[in-house]
T-cell receptor
Framework: DQQVKQNSPSLSVQEGRISILNCDYT??????FLWYKKYPAEGPTFLIS?????DKNEDGRFTVFLNKSAKHLSLHIVPSQPGDSAVYFC??????????FGAGTTVTVRA | EAGVTQFPSHSVIEKGQTVTLRCDPI?????LYWYRRVMGKEIKFLLH????????ESGMPNNRFLAERTGGTYSTLKVQPAELEDSGVYFC???????????FGSGTRLTVV
């Protein structure tokens, strides 16, 4: 039973443009949401997070938006850079700190 | 500060054999987690240690998997006997207790043939 879904397996974007990654979840008990970035042969690296009491969190080029009523979050990367090419995982957690991940979205930034 | 170290990075074994994966967390991190990613799908939780105690092992697939963390330092994950469906990348992560301090290792890619 997959509780976190990333419905777009891949995304291709021009360098300098905005990348928008989407994530949906089903468990209303989730109260903390994270995005991880993963390069080949490496482990996931924490990128940005948001708690359920907020609807937006920004860190440099990365902004995460949370819509609790729709059980939807998104990650915006602007401007996109070649080094942003990676697999991005959405993850969610409740009070037990156990992370539920989506299947990932592979982002390719074209020069 | 050294990161989370996993060994081996790759392992190819035959069905029915035993494999032991090792994870060395960041020094001082009481929380240690095992996750697995199978066939490019989502990363799934296996279990969580707090020091040497199993806090949550609800994600362990079956009793062929045994995780230990003696002394609350490094952890091992043994698969015995291995089956084809056990193939995947096994990730270990550690934290000091705050969720955003979760640091992952590079993973062990296990292939059962």
């Amino acid at each position: 039973d997959q509780q976190v879904k990333q419905n777009s397996p891949s995304l291709s974007v021009q360098e300098g443009r905005i990348s928008i990654l989407n994530c949906d979840y089903t468990n209303s008990m989730f109260d903390y949401f994270l995005w991880y970035k993963k390069y080949p042969a490496e482990g996931p690296t924490f990128l940005i997070s948001i708690s359920s009491i907020k609807d937006k969190n920004e860190d440099g080029r990365f902004t995460v938006f949370l819509n609790k009523s729709a059980k939807h979050l998104s990650l915006h990367i602007v401007p996109s850079q070649p080094g942003d090419s990676a697999v991005y995982f959405c993850a969610a957690s409740g009070s037990d700190y156990k992370l539920s991940f989506g299947a990932g979205t592979t982002v390719t930034v074209r020069a | 500060e050294a990161g989370v170290t996993q060994f081996p990075s790759h392992s190819v074994i035959e069905k029915g054999q035993t494999v032991t994966l090792r994870c060395d967390p960041i020094s001082g991190h009481d929380n240690l987690y095992w996750y697995r990613r199978v066939m490019g799908k989502e990363i799934k939780f296996l279990l969580h240690f707090v020091k040497e105690s199993k806090q949550d092992e609800s994600g362990m697939p079956n009793n062929r998997f045994l995780a230990e963390r003696t002394g609350g330092t490094y952890s091992t994950l043994k698969v015995q006997p291995a089956e084809l469906e056990d193939s995947g990348v096994y990730f270990c992560a550690s934290s000091q207790g705050v969720l955003y301090g979760y640091t992952f290792g590079s993973g062990t890619r296990l292939t059962v043939v």
